[in-house]
């Protein structure tokens, strides 16, 4: 099993930045790639983006493409998500899952072992 464990979380006017942390333990030689998801209250949860752990290739979903970047760093067995221009839409918990299914998957129901999450609130 693969535990997994967010941070970097918090408040931000819009416009700034965040960078959040994944920090991954346990069997990460099992595990592929990463991803990472968010969710606003009262809504269904959301794909962001995902990387490869070895060639460090990427996907992310349209709504963030040109302002986030996700990364890796091996040697620490953890995955970041850089968030630039953030606007009031991107407030949400934000949640890393290894990826179980195919290169590409969106679907939550394609990734597992989660994190506990990590708020992110944009103000206007």
């Known amino acids: 099993q693969v535990q997994l464990v967010e941070s970097g979380g918090g408040l931000v006017q819009a416009g700034g930045s965040l960078r959040l942390s994944c920090a991954a333990s346990?069997?990460?030689?099992?595990?592929?790639?990463m991803g990472w998801f968010r969710q606003a209250p009262g809504k269904d949860s959301e794909f962001v983006a995902a990387?490869?752990?070895?060639?460090?290739?990427?996907y992310y979903s349209d709504s963030v493409v040109g302002r986030f970047t996700i990364s890796r760093d091996n040697a620490k067995n953890t995955v970041y998500l850089q968030m630039n221009s953030l606007k009031p839409e991107d407030t949400a918990n934000y949640y890393c899952?290894?990826?179980?299914?195919?290169?590409?998957?969106?679907?939550?129901?394609?990734?597992?072992?989660w994190g506990q999450g990590t708020q992110v609130t944009v103000s206007s």
């Open positions: 899952a290894a990826l179980k299914g195919a290169w590409g998957a969106r679907s939550s129901t394609d990734f597992g072992s």
């Open positions: 990387i490869k752990w070895n060639s460090g290739y990427t």
């Open positions: 346990g069997r990460t030689f099992s595990t592929y790639a």
